[in-house]
Structure formats: structure tokens, C-alpha cells
């Protein structure tokens, strides 16, 4: 060893910066939602070691929860909207560009603006694609006469299917068209039709709700069904597959949903929530399987595809776990501990990873759902803790609902704040 | 340079910004029981809370001995191990 050598270690045991400045690696995380926006303030706060980088294009976060609650008249956009200054003050390098590919083998990210960042791990957290025309018609011109209002953007979608509502007349239609799973949020569309009908109920009483399913069931569905009886009896119509619920056609001239079945259903209106797909940056790369979605490690999060790419948020599949945002939270922090520990060459840690998913269903009505979910003993799949977990209690419980409607504001609150704090 | 590894590693166990981290387990405590699980609006603190009474509070709720809205369903998927480490973390925690 050199004197200037052992002089440096020497001074690196009373300079923890030289020590960092040692041993710093490169996290990049693309995307800055629930997942991408926890894996960045989680890896600062836990480990200063890590150069955190993320890359996202928009300046701002509009979130989808609550986006249901503007649509009621509950919340403001900007109540929802978050800025990354956070994650900057928090040592985060915030690069407000696209990712266009990953090159995994020379571990590097190419942006839209010509740049290229390496990494040493990488977190892909890029959130949903809609499937444009897997319903016939439903393209982005579409959206703007029957919006989606599923992946918020700058909240426009959002804002676009409020002043629908507000312009409709008393006695209308307002008609959803709902996939089948898996797709982002799923007790979200229920939620949707709830928000709307508080709205409704109040300043258009006369109006009705037409929710049009692919699906035979949903989450919740008892509790909402309840609350729909109890707070809006005779407003909302639900219509599963198996009564001709699936829409397979749009017409956004006439303002037309078409079934299966050949059903033609004309509205005022017209909430189009399309099938989904892991976003497209995670198909370029040859991380989805089949299903469109992303296969992944129940331990790492790193993709089956290719190791050192964690995927976390609504892009992968994992397992019976719910595509929510305390998901892409909690999954995030785990990809992140897993992506320190190989940096380090120690094994991953233990996994727990944890849900729950409330929902507005009107005044001071709140219902959940709670998962505990693990690795099994192979580590081959995510599995439920038995006997944990599940929704909330049903019967005439106003206090259970609006202590329940009281910690959704909490946790929207506190995991916002663990984001982008 | 071997006789410096220990001492690094040290070092790191003993600074603060890492040590006051809650363990992975407690993670989700935070995204609803606020930063650190100082409270946040309707939903009670737990940080600064004597370690022996969270435990002993979560295993009511792990029973069904105490009335509960969620925690009951949330404490059920969870170990004594990691209820121990969750509860020796928020007990550290100032109010």
C-alpha cells in the first residue's frame, strides 16, 4: 500500500464522503410514479451511497388515486399533483427526458434527447400502455370526445371527463366501458362510478350510470354494491360479460357503446377504461412475456427476462398482488434493498411486500381491501399470508366506513409524502 | 488494506442517516401512519410509543381480541419477529 493510499483511507474513516465517493454506484430508475418515485427517496434515505438518478418527462405527478375524487367534485387537481423538488433536495439527479431503449448489456439508457446515463442497477418502473383499438374505435382521437382518465398525464383526461359531467343535463347517461383484468386499479372503475353517482345525486339527480364490464366480478364488489343501494338506489346499473357487458365497439360521433351481443347503448357520457399493457419501453426491451406484462424475480423484482433490471410499478406481474400504488410502493423499496445488496455482494433480503387499496364510495364511506403477500419457500412465486388480509366487513357499520374513509386521506397523505417527501 | 475494512465497516453501522431507517418490514407502516409513523391526519402515531405496548397492541389485533377497522386484517400477515423489530424501531422514534 502507498503512503497517499493509506493517508486517504485514513482520512475516510473520519470523512464518510470519501468513503461514499469509494463506493458509489449508479441507480437509475426510469419512471417517476408510485414505483419510481419511492425507489428514488427510498435509495437516498437508505442508502447515501447510491447516485440516484431519475428520469421522467414530466416536470409534475398528477396521481391516479384520487383522480376519482376530482371527478366527484371531492378534490382539485392540484390537490393530486406532486413536484419531484423533493427527491431533488434529496440528492436525486432528476433528468425530465424519455427513455427510448436500454442497452442491458453495456448498462445504458438512451433518452429521446440524445443523452445516454449508465448504470450499475436498474429500476424500470414505466407504469401502463392503453391498447389503442383492442376496443374497435377507441384510438387517442377518440379519447378526446370518450375519455379514459386512466393514466393521468398532466391530469387533461381527468379535467376533460369532469367538465362532461358538469355539462351534462339532468336525466342523462353516463356510460363506462371496464376490461377484464389485469389491468391498473382494480376496485378503480367502482370507485369511479361511485364519485360520479355522489356527484350525480346532488346536482343531477335524474341522471343514471350504465357501467358496462368485461368481467363477471369485481374487487369489492359486495361492499359496493351495498353502498350503491344504500346512498344511490335505482342511479347505477352494473352489466357483467355474461349479460352482455363487454363492449367491443366506440363510435364517439353517435356517442355509442356497442356490445358483444351487438347491443347498442347511446350516451351523454362516455368513460372508456381500454386493456392495458406493461408501457412500451418494457416490450422494445424484450422484458414481457405473452400476456404483455413483465415476469419477474418474487424476491428481486428483477425481470426473468434480464437480471439487473428490476421492474417494478404496474408493469409487471406480480402474482396475485393487485397492480395499486401501495404495491408499486411497496415492491419498490424491496427491488431497491435487493439492487444495494448485489451491489455489495450480499444476498437479497427478506421479503415481505404489503396492500391495501381503499376507496371513496361517498360522504365519509370508505371500504378496503388488505393483502400480505411473501415469496414461497422456493422463492418461485408471490403467494397471500393465509389467513391475513381481506376486505372490510359488511353489514350497517358507519362508523367502520367513515373511520375507513378517514385513513384513505392518511395513507393518500402519508405515501405521497414517502414518495416525493 | 484489510485492517481497514472493519474499521469501514463500522463506520457505517454506526451513522445515524442509516441507523434511523425504519427495517424493511415497517416500511408499510409508514405509507399510512406518516413519516417516521409520527401520524398523519385520522390514523394515530406509533412512533415514540413504549416498545412492550405496540407490541402487546398488535398482538390483540393479531387475535381478534381488540376491535379493530384494518389493523386487524394487516397484523395477521405479519411475524412476532417482524412485529418486535417494527415496534423496537417506532419505540426509538421522537413524538
Not at chain 1, 343 to 358: K, Q
Request: glycine content about 10%.
Amino acid at each position: 500500500m502507498t503512503t497517499t493510499r493509506r493517508a486517504l483511507l485514513g482520512a475516510a474513516i473520519t470523512a464518510p464522503a470519501l468513503v461514499q465517493a469509494q463506493t458509489q454506484a449508479r441507480l437509475l430508475i426510469i419512471g417517476g410514479g408510485f414505483g419510481g418515485a419511492t425507489a428514488a427517496n427510498f435509495a437516498r434515505r437508505t442508502y447515501p451511497w447510491l447516485q440516484v438518478t431519475l428520469v421522467e418527462p414530466k416536470t409534475s405527478f398528477v396521481t391516479c388515486p384520487y383522480g376519482n375524487l376530482v371527478l366527484g367534485g371531492f378534490r382539485q387537481i392540484a390537490d393530486i399533483t406532486h413536484s419531484y423538488d423533493g427527491l431533488r433536495a434529496r440528492g436525486v439527479t432528476v433528468v425530465h427526458d424519455w427513455a427510448t431503449g436500454i442497452d442491458a448489456n453495456a448498462r445504458s439508457v438512451r433518452l429521446q434527447g440524445g443523452q445516454s446515463l449508465g448504470y450499475d442497477r436498474l429500476i424500470l418502473s414505466p407504469g401502463i400502455a392503453l391498447r389503442w383499438g383492442a376496443i374497435e374505435g377507441y384510438d387517442e382521437a377518440a379519447a378526446q370526445t370518450m375519455p379514459h382518465a386512466w393514466v393521468p398525464g398532466d391530469g387533461a383526461q381527468t379535467l376533460l371527463l369532469r367538465r362532461q359531467l358538469e355539462a351534462m343535463p339532468d336525466g342523462g347517461v353516463v356510460g363506462l366501458a371496464i376490461p377484464g383484468n389485469p389491468f391498473r386499479c382494480p376496485p378503480g372503475p367502482y370507485e369511479r362510478i361511485s364519485m360520479i353517482a355522489a356527484y350525480l345525486k346532488r346536482h343531477k339527480p335524474r341522471s343514471k350510470i350504465l357501467a358496462l364490464d368485461a368481467k363477471e366480478a369485481f374487487s369489492k364488489q359486495g361492499l359496493f354494491q351495498d353502498a350503491w343501494a344504500a346512498l344511490y338506489p335505482g342511479m347505477i346499473e352494473w352489466v357483467p360479460a355474461s349479460r352482455d357487458g363487454r363492449v367491443v365497439r366506440v363510435d364517439p360521433r353517435a356517442m355509442e357503446f356497442e356490445t358483444e351481443f351487438g347491443t347498442r347503448h347511446k350516451l351523454d357520457v362516455a368513460n372508456v377504461i381500454p386493456p392495458q399493457s406493461a408501457a412500451r419501453i418494457a416490450a422494445d426491451v424484450g422484458l414481457t412475456d405473452n400476456s404483455g406484462w413483465v415476469p419477474v424475480n418474487p424476491v428481486t423484482f428483477e425481470a426473468r427476462a434480464a437480471a439487473n433490471i428490476h421492474v417494478v410499478g404496474d408493469a409487471n406481474i406480480p402474482g396475485p398482488m393487485p397492480k395499486s400504488g401501495f404495491v408499486a410502493n411497496t415492491t419498490a423499496k424491496q427491488a431497491v434493498a435487493a439492487a444495494a445488496a448485489a451491489l455489495r455482494g450480499e444476498a437479497a433480503p427478506e421479503a415481505v411486500y404489503f396492500n391495501t387499496c381503499y376507496s371513496h364510495v361517498g360522504d365519509d364511506y370508505g371500504i378496503s381491501v388488505v393483502g400480505v403477500f411473501r415469496p414461497n419457500a422456493e422463492a418461485t412465486a408471490i403467494v397471500e399470508v393465509p389467513n391475513s388480509g381481506g376486505v372490510s366487513p359488511r353489514g350497517n357499520l358507519p362508523d367502520q366506513r367513515r373511520l375507513e374513509a378517514t385513513y384513505a386521506d392518511s395513507w393518500y397523505a402519508s405515501i405521497t409524502q414517502d414518495m416525493f417527501g | 488494506m484489510r485492517l481497514f475494512i472493519p474499521a469501514i465497516a463500522a463506520l457505517v453501522l454506526a451513522a445515524p442517516a442509516w441507523a434511523q431507517n425504519a427495517p424493511l418490514a415497517a416500511q408499510a407502516c409508514l405509507s399510512c401512519h406518516g413519516a417516521n409513523g409520527a401520524g398523519q391526519g385520522g390514523v394515530p402515531g406509533l412512533a415514540g410509543r413504549d416498545r412492550a405496548e405496540l407490541v402487546a397492541l398488535m398482538a390483540a389485533f393479531r387475535a381478534n381480541e381488540r376491535p379493530a377497522t384494518i389493523m386487524g386484517r394487516i397484523t395477521r400477515g405479519y411475524s412476532e419477529a417482524e412485529i418486535a423489530a417494527s415496534a423496537e424501531y417506532f419505540s426509538r422514534q421522537g413524538r
